[in-house]
């Protein structure tokens, strides 16, 4: 009987102590989190830097394009992903058309974006006569311009109305506000070269009225022409 007895204690299973395992537990617990949110984070980033943005408008100057409130998303590999810190893009799929709708650094002050439209490209030929947009001698056919100004202006604000002949260089852009009589552009500061260029507005997926505190359904998914 005592062989007996002390086989059968022989082989009770042993008891693991758990109180040196919780640290050990809790430290992989910690780590797992740790590196979830460091993915996320840099998978963020990535996303961000090379293939979308989110941007709200502060300004009325591409109305009724785009109002104050509206919170949109840019598309950041249409014309090449840029490489941070340099002026390199790759894999661009296609170069900036007349048309776009573009967000840029503003030229003057690179820690500002700007949101316009593309009227010129590299070679054209962009003339303004009495609020007249004429491109390569053709007068340019934008379906949302809108003006909301009356004519009598300030004589600095003349480049608005009219602006002589002017070719876009190469690498550069001529960029306009759909609301003409309120947008500080080219007309302005000049031309937005290549390299300030953050990407191609495609879609609002947020609208805000904060005049009268309601949301804009009726912008909400819509594409951005």
């Known amino acids: 009987m005592e062989d007996y007895k002390n086989v059968c ?9 758990v109180q040196p395992d919780q640290p050990v537990k809790a430290k992989h617990v910690v780590r797992e989190y740790a590196e ?3 993915i996320a984070i840099l998978l963020a980033l990535v996303i961000r830097t090379f293939i979308v943005q989110a ?39 296609r170069d900036p058309r007349q048309g776009d709708v573009v967000v840029f650094e503003y030229p003057e002050d690179p820690s500002k974006d700007f949101i316009k439209r593309v009227v010129g490209v590299p070679g054209d ?16 056919a934008n379906p949302h311009e809108v003006h909301k100004e009356s004519d009598t ?19 550069s852009y001529f960029v306009m506000g759909d609301n003409r009589d309120r ?21 609002k ?14 912008s909400i998914g819509k594409l951005i022409d």
């Open 9 to 17: 204690e022989d082989n009770k299973p042993a008891q693991s102590p």
């Open 36 to 38: 979830s949110i460091i």
């Open 55 to 93: 941007f709200k408008i502060p300004s009325g100057s591409m109305e009724d394009t785009l109002a104050i409130g509206d919170h949109l998303l840019v598309n950041k590999f249409i014309y090449g992903s840029k490489i941070p810190f340099t002026g390199n893009r790759v894999l661009t799929i």
């Open 125 to 140: 030929v962009v003339e303004v006569k009495n609020k007249r947009v004429y491109v390569n001698g053709k007068l340019y």
């Open 153 to 171: 202006i300030p004589k600095e604000m003349n480049p608005r109305d009219n602006k002589d002949p002017i070719t876009v260089p190469a690498n």
């Open 183 to 203: 947008s500080y552009d080219s007309r302005f500061w000049g031309f937005v070269t290549r390299d300030k260029l953050k990407g191609l507005a495609f879609i």
């Open 205 to 218: 997926y947020w609208s805000w009225d904060k005049d009268k505190l309601r949301v804009r359904f009726g």
